[in-house]
């Protein structure tokens, strides 16, 4: 079959599995490999109660997030400056800065080079994490530079790959899988380890603009929009369930796996245990298969996410005074500048800022949600009163 063909007819005619395909896989980076993991790991026989609280917080949560931003046609200004102008722009600039290039896209690049590594990437001549990251800068920059072309890459050609590389890492380890250890966690602190872990996926922070690439990529340069094109709404919509529904069963998969094999994990680091669950399961050849997949699961995110800070710095921030490539290859060289901080560095600076504004996010997507359904008033009070709370809660721990 003509390939070539086939993305052609898809970009003239959106598909809801191609473009629910795409979404799985601009979502799926790093958080979504390495959090389920270490959830499973930590949780042990009691997972079931963390999962409970990861599929709430990484998986219902993003899903609401890009369901209420969709009833905003994809434009986050309008989104976001229901809290007033300046904060509304603030929050913009913060969330933008966390999923791009201060935090999502370089742990993605952390992430990818941590898996290869588990297969003896490192014995190649010169590779280590810095120069990794400048090859992957470079290919984010040519897979970006054609932004409306993502969505028919992803959904036919990466993302089937990826799925059939996570569904054998997943039933193979099923089949010859030990009785998982039992946990001396009790199952509310397991659960409450599940709901803030969820906030590590950063997905809800992705789902807030990924909404206006999948727009961007459906209207396939046609002046339609979700309230006056009912079927581009229908696709979306459905797309968008179809990446939740593939999302919750990466994750319960992955964390059904580090339960039972949490002794061999036990002693690895966090970013390191999808390498050595891959290289344990499948061997050092389909082992190595698993892993790039999952590099190329995390170079959609990474392209995904590049996209959205690129077109955000060259419009709001510069204002159009600079071309998008030089938008792209500022985001890139900010990644490179973070991404040799390792994961554990990179992590250090987010979970605190997640733990604070994610509640009050969630709050947000809730009451405007209802503002356009229902014209639900009150926001203000509502998300600053949410986040007063989570950052005294912060600060006395």
């Not at 629910?20 to 993991?37: E, K, R, T």
């Not at 581009?232 to 998969?253: D, H, P």
Request: aromatic share 12%; net charge positive; with cysteine.
């Amino acid at each position: 079959m003509n390939t070539t063909a086939v993305l052609e007819g898809t970009a003239r005619k959106p598909s809801i599995w191609a473009t629910g395909l795409a979404m799985f896989a601009m979502f799926f980076g790093a958080g979504n490999i390495v959090f389920p993991i270490a959830l499973g790991q930590f949780t042990q026989d009691k997972n079931l109660y963390g999962m409970l609280g990861m599929i709430i917080t990484a998986v219902l949560v993003p899903l609401m997030g890009l369901l209420a931003m969709m009833l905003y046609e994809g434009d986050y200004n309008a989104f976001f400056r229901r809290i007033g102008k300046l904060p509304g722009f603030t929050v913009i600039l913060l969330i933008l800065g966390l999923i791009g290039p201060f935090a999502g896209i370089p742990r993605c690049i952390t992430i990818s080079y941590s898996t290869l590594t588990a297969f003896g990437l490192e014995g190649f001549s010169g590779m280590n994490l810095a120069s990794f990251s400048v090859i992957s800068c470079v290919v984010i920059f040519l897979f970006s530079y054609r932004p409306n072309k993502i969505l028919p890459l992803l959904g036919f050609v990466l993302t089937p790959i990826l799925l059939l590389s996570l569904a054998l890492i997943v039933i193979k380890g099923a089949l010859s899988m030990p009785a998982a250890m039992t946990s001396l966690s009790t199952r509310w602190e397991t659960f409450s380890y599940g709901l803030v872990g969820g906030y590590n996926t950063m997905d809800l922070l992705a789902a807030f603009f990924f909404s206006s690439v999948v727009l961007l990529c459906l209207q396939n340069g046609q002046k339609s929009s979700f309230q006056t094109d009912r079927r581009l709404l229908s696709v979306a919509v459905f797309a968008s369930f179809i990446a939740a529904t593939l999302l919750a069963l990466v994750y319960v998969g992955f964390s059904y796996l580090a339960a039972g094999y949490s002794s061999t994990l036990a002693s690895v680091a966090n970013h390191q245990m999808l390498g050595v669950l891959a290289y344990k399961l499948l061997g050092p050849s389909a082992g190595l298969v698993a892993g790039v997949a999952v590099t190329f699961a995390c170079l959609t995110t990474e392209i995904a996410l590049t996209v959205v800070f690129s077109g955000f710095l060259q419009k709001t921030i510069c204002r159009e005074k600079i071309s998008y490539p030089v938008a792209l290859g500022i985001t890139l060289f900010v990644t490179f500048g973070i991404s040799i901080l390792h994961f554990e560095g990179i992590a250090a600076f987010v979970a605190p800022i997640l733990q604070v504004c994610y509640p009050a996010l969630i709050v947000l997507a809730v009451v405007n949600i209802l503002h356009k359904l229902y014209a639900f008033k009150p926001v203000k009070s509502l998300f600053y009163g949410t986040f007063i709370t989570s950052l005294v809660l912060g600060l006395l721990k």
